[in-house]
């Protein structure tokens, strides 16, 4: 529920009591995932207002927290980027510690099996004329 009323504060630009909300939601929950889903906000949010070492610390928390959630990974990555400290960031490999899933090849498609059917060029014989 803070998640939301935060959100919509941050949406109508009253970022300090989107972060009220955001922090007291942290605060009560005891939810991994509901965790990650506040430090991150909280992160996002200090990342807008240019305060960068929080929003670092908030992003490395969410992190910290889950390490398979890329999304956490990629705002702590971009706020090291922007605060100038793009020395920090490692692969996302390297922090996450997550399988690498195959991706499977595309099969050919077998055009033997859709039918042949004069129709469709007697058709077009019909609008070109």
Known sequence: MRLAIGDFYRRIGRTDE???HYRTGRQTTTQRASISAYLKR???TNFVLGK???ALKDAQGAVANDSNDLDAVLLQSRIMIAS???ELVSRPSACCRHRRRRI???RKFDFS???RT???SSGL?????
């Open 18 to 20: 989107a972060l009220s």
């Open 42 to 44: 909280i992160g996002a």
């Open 52 to 54: 960068f070492d929080e």
């Open 84 to 86: 100038g400290k793009p």
């Open 104 to 106: 499977p090849k595309m």
């Open 113 to 115: 099996l859709v039918p």
């Open 118 to 120: 004069s129709s469709v």
């Open 125 to 129: 014989k019909l609008a070109m004329n």
